[in-house]
């Protein structure tokens, strides 16, 4: 009798037991290499009031200041100027944050109030590789950033996004190496922004690709050319914190904590093994676990549905076997549609008479959806509520065998059920977030947006309300998003038509019926609003 529960409470100590050998590893990371990250060298400077301090180092400072490791946080002084070398390039140093981790360069080759222009093209991706080896694959990476691109032109181009260049004192627009004396007279512009080879005007060539701090109003056609030059001469900015941590793939950083820390040379030694336990034995326990729970969920399941049904003997559908549903739907042949609770098929009963069967898919773990579903259909007798027939419930094999209603042939309106009574527990008063199932185009949009509003019981007169938008229009309106006139989505149209103090035009109708018709399209728009208040 008790044998489940300690089955149970053994395998909850395996996971417990599990989830430490998980954790152990962690635990045994030490912060940051003391060695390499806390040098207590003071800072430098090349006299700009620029102070240089870790992870950075001046050429003249002790081999101990810095991170050594990286040769590109080793900066020089030139004319009191802070100068980084990165690559084939020269950047003078305008300002370090240490607090942000970012560094903000300007091109050594671009002059302030001139036309020049980078000497060599950059982008974003020109500063993220240093070098493959395991320690640090970044360097740097470029902050928020966008491309200057400068073009010349054989002609002159009268484009919104193309900034002419003005003359500069020499009589000539900016420089560029790329220009052989023999080509004569081109025209200049800058661009901000990315462009397609397409895009290119004819006759024009990109002369220079230069990298510009971001742009808070993304409108570059209110941008000159002098907006492009003072970007060139304050420079961008460049994080250097991803390079922070020292060897190996399990190098990390807290992001809520300015404080580096990192998996030393040895812990990778210990992580490994650690995991392969884990690995070893955690994932046949965790598979057992799941065997257990599965079997467990549903035995009981199947127990619990069995007492609910004897209890409630004031039922009177028809209890069927699983082989006897699939009999009647001749093996599932005939599908009628697809709900978010299942499938339904269309089936022959005994006696010849027609019934829609749907098979029930994944459910909550007590069954919850199937006991409300038998309990509210099973025991309604209405003119507008569908029939309950019969049901099938054989281990986890559940079906409700309903009425057929062929497409309303008798104009006689019926209900069966939009998903509430399977998310509302009989003895509750709140709606389950968690299982929000029905068919798309009735569900209520606080059962996929959140933060709408809350959900109640009034998710089920947003159903109500598309169903008379439904008869109101004679058609489904399930898809706001149409793409041609002719397929208007009717809740919107007749929105619109009542708030201009139009009126409804409907073809082939009497003034009563349009009358009537006017009413259950108003009263359909009071149950579709957005906001459960306003419902």
């Not at 070098?131 to 470029?142: A, G």
């Not at 093994?273 to 199947?302: D, E, Q, T």
């Not at 609910?308 to 009647?328: A, C, E, G, T």
């Not at 773990?365 to 038998?374: A, I, K, R, Y």
């Amino acid at each position: 009798m008790h044998r489940p529960g300690l089955i149970f409470a053994a395998l909850l100590l395996l996971l417990l037991i599990f989830a430490a050998l998980l954790l152990l590893p962690f635990a045994l990371i030490h912060e940051t290499n003391n060695a390499e990250h806390k040098h207590h060298c003071p800072p430098s400077s090349c006299g700009n009031n620029l102070k240089i301090s870790y992870p950075f180092r001046l050429n003249t400072d002790p081999p101990s200041c810095g991170l050594t490791k990286v040769p590109v946080y080793t900066l020089s002084c030139e004319n009191n100027l802070t100068v980084l070398h990165f690559k084939s390039g020269k950047f003078y140093v305008k300002a370090i944050n240490y607090g942000n981790q970012t560094i903000r360069v300007a091109d050594a080759s671009v002059e302030a109030g001139s036309c020049s222009i980078p000497q060599y093209s950059q982008a974003a991706y020109y500063f993220l590789k240093f070098s493959r080896d395991h320690y640090h694959h970044y360097p740097y990476l470029v902050y928020p950033w966008e491309r200057s691109l400068f073009i010349s032109c054989e002609k002159p181009v009268n484009a919104p996004l193309y900034v002419e260049a003005p003359a500069c004192s020499n009589g000539s627009s900016f420089s560029t190496p790329y220009r052989a004396e023999s080509e004569g007279k081109r025209y200049y512009y800058g661009k901000i922004g990315e462009t397609t080879l397409h895009e290119l005007k004819p006759s024009c060539r990109i002369e220079s690709v230069a990298v510009i701090p971001s742009i808070q109003e993304k409108n570059y056609e209110d941008h000159s050319y002098l907006d492009i030059q003072h970007g060139l001469a304050y420079g961008f900015e460049l994080s250097w914190s991803n390079a922070f941590c020292g060897k190996g793939w399990w190098a990390y950083r807290y992001s809520i904590n300015p404080e580096n820390h990192c998996v030393l040379s040895y812990s990778y030694v210990i992580v490994v093994p650690w995991h392969v336990v884990v690995a070893v034995l955690g994932i046949p326990i965790f598979i057992i676990f799941l065997v257990f729970k599965w079997r467990r969920r549903h035995l009981s399941m199947y127990n619990s549905i069995e007492e609910f049904l004897q209890s409630n003997n004031n039922l009177m559908p028809v209890r069927y076997s699983y082989s006897k549903i699939k009999k009647m739907t001749n093996g599932f042949k005939e599908k009628l549609g697809e709900g978010g609770f299942g499938q339904v098929y269309k089936a022959k009963l005994k006696s010849g008479r027609l019934a829609a069967i749907k098979m029930l898919g994944k459910s909550k773990g007590t069954g919850q959806d199937f006991f409300n579903e038998v309990a509210t259909i099973g025991r309604i007798h209405h003119v507008n509520v569908v029939q309950m027939v019969g049901f099938c419930v054989e281990g986890s094999k559940r079906a409700l065998v309903y009425d057929f209603m062929p497409n309303d042939e008798n104009f006689t309106p019926k209900i069966s059920d939009f998903g509430l009574a399977k998310l509302y527990p009989i003895e509750g008063n709140t709606v389950s977030l968690t299982a929000a199932r029905g068919t798309i185009g009735y569900m209520a949009p606080e059962l996929f947006y959140r933060n709408i509003g809350s959900v109640s019981y009034k998710v089920d007169v947003y159903s109500y309300g598309m169903l008379l938008m439904e008869m109101a229009s004679r058609r489904k309106n399930v898809n706001p998003f149409v793409e041609h006139s002719s397929q208007i989505y009717f809740p919107s149209w007749a929105s619109e038509q009542l708030n201009r103090g139009m009126e409804l035009e409907i073809q082939e109708a009497t003034e009563d019926q349009k009358r009537i018709v006017k009413k259950m399209v108003i009263v359909g728009l009071w149950c579709i609003q957005m906001t459960d208040e306003a419902k």
